[in-house]
């Protein structure tokens, strides 16, 4: 079965950290490129940051020098490191994993074409509170 599993999620202060991680079971992340993408509450999933097979990096303004993604291919996993975390990265969190990057890169900084991304992980829930 191929999957992405989504992991690193919780309650952290603002100003915290987290690292999120997204493994890959039935398949192996090195020749796609992944993203993390994330949807708040009555909100619109917007993309975060990728990396593509090549280890080129995308932001998008929320993420800008605040978040660092990552990639590990020998543990099939790609992370995502955030600081000084702010209550309005509060958000369920998805990675997404596709061997087309224009298709992830588009989704990521232009918010269009979510549908045609192959993979998507089921999400884990970030929660910035005091």
């Known amino acids: 079965q191929l999957q992405l599993v989504e992991s690193g999620g919780g309650l952290v202060q603002p100003g915290g950290s987290l690292r999120l991680s997204c493994a890959a079971s039935?398949?192996?992340?090195?020749?796609?490129?992944i993203g993390w993408f994330r949807q708040a509450p009555g909100k619109e999933r917007e993309g975060v940051s990728c990396?593509?097979?090549?280890?080129?990096?995308y932001n998008a303004d929320s993420a800008r020098g605040r978040f660092t993604i990552s990639r590990d291919n020998a543990k099939n996993t790609v992370y995502l490191q955030m600081k000084n975390l702010k209550p309005e990265d509060s958000a369920v969190y998805y990675c997404?994993?596709?061997?087309?990057?224009?298709?992830?890169?588009?989704?990521?900084?232009?918010?269009?074409?979510?549908?045609?991304?192959?993979?998507w992980g089921q999400g884990t829930q970030v929660t910035v509170s005091s």
């Open positions: 990396i593509s097979h090549d280890f080129s990096t």
């Open positions: 039935g398949f192996t992340l090195e020749n796609y490129t």
């Open positions: 997404a994993a596709d061997p087309r990057p224009i298709v992830v890169v588009r989704a990521t900084l232009e918010g269009r074409g979510w549908g045609s991304i192959d993979y």
